[in-house]
């Protein structure tokens, strides 16, 4: 069965900080994707990122940042030099190859103080 | 987001009351899902279709139930409603996971509240 687990539940940084958002995943599928989508205060899901099972390179876009490791089951996303506007709800998924389970973990709260 | 389009946004149903949520996306895509959303427990999947004509159960099937009769359309039914299903219901759609550029698109919530 697939799981994700993002164990941070709530992170609160003040602005212009660094700050890493976890995400593990199980799966036994050696093909796979993961995504990551953030929640703002309004409610929408708004899609940030999808990775491959088969592309292991980082991910840099602006401010964010992906690090994927197979080796720890890890999907951790970095954002750098946090602002306001990150403050959001982030949620890590995991779909197997043919896309029939599209599982999310269960978020992490981001707060970014100014 | 762009393409899939949630009808109700808001309802409130008294508990045995039935109703039924219709998520329409303009994408072609083969693959739709619904979710429900509650405070700690990020999106569990409820049910998910990989087709027209085909569903299947997610997490959290029980109380629910859906039909796929066009490729379009997914529609999730609460038969009896129960107050443990007060919750935000979002619908999402994908082409094919393999695809290259390929994310799920959500449409906007569904707040349902049973009381």
């Known amino acids: 069965a697939q799981k994700v687990t993002q164990a941070q539940t709530e992170i609160s940084v003040v602005e212009k900080e660094d700050v890493t958002l976890d995400c593990v995943y199980e799966?036994?599928?050696?093909?796979?994707?993961l995504f990551w989508y953030k929640q703002p205060p309004s409610g929408e899901l708004v899609f940030l990122i999808r990775?491959?099972?088969?592309?292991?390179q980082n991910e840099i876009s602006g401010r964010y940042s992906w690090n994927f490791q197979k080796s720890t089951s890890s999907f951790n996303f970095t954002i750098t030099a946090s602002q306001v506007v990150d403050s959001a709800v982030y949620f890590c998924?995991?779909?197997?190859?043919?896309?029939?389970?599209?599982?999310f973990g269960k978020g992490t709260t981001l707060s970014v103080s100014s | 987001n762009a393409g899939v389009t949630q009808t109700p946004k808001f309802r409130v149903l008294k508990t045995g009351q039935s109703m039924t949520l219709l998520c329409a996306q303009d994408?072609?895509?083969?693959?739709m899902y619904w979710y429900r959303q509650d405070p700690g427990m990020g999106l569990r999947l409820i049910h998910y279709?990989?087709?027209?004509?085909?569903?299947a159960k997610g997490e959290v099937p029980d109380g629910y139930n859906v039909s796929r009769l066009k490729k379009q359309n997914f529609l999730l039914g609460l038969e009896s409603a129960a107050p443990s299903q007060t919750s935000v219901y979002f619908c999402?759609?994908?082409?094919?996971?393999?695809?290259?550029?390929?994310?799920?698109?959500f449409g906007q919530g569904t707040r349902l509240t049973v009381v």
């Open positions: 998924a995991l779909s197997d190859q043919a896309g029939t389970a599209l599982i």
């Open positions: 994408m072609n895509h083969e693959y």
């Open positions: 990775r491959n099972s088969f592309d292991e």
């Open positions: 279709s990989v087709g027209e004509g085909t569903t």
């Open positions: 799966t036994r599928d050696t093909t796979y994707y």
């Open positions: 999402a759609s994908l082409l094919f996971a393999g695809t290259a550029n390929t994310e799920a698109f």
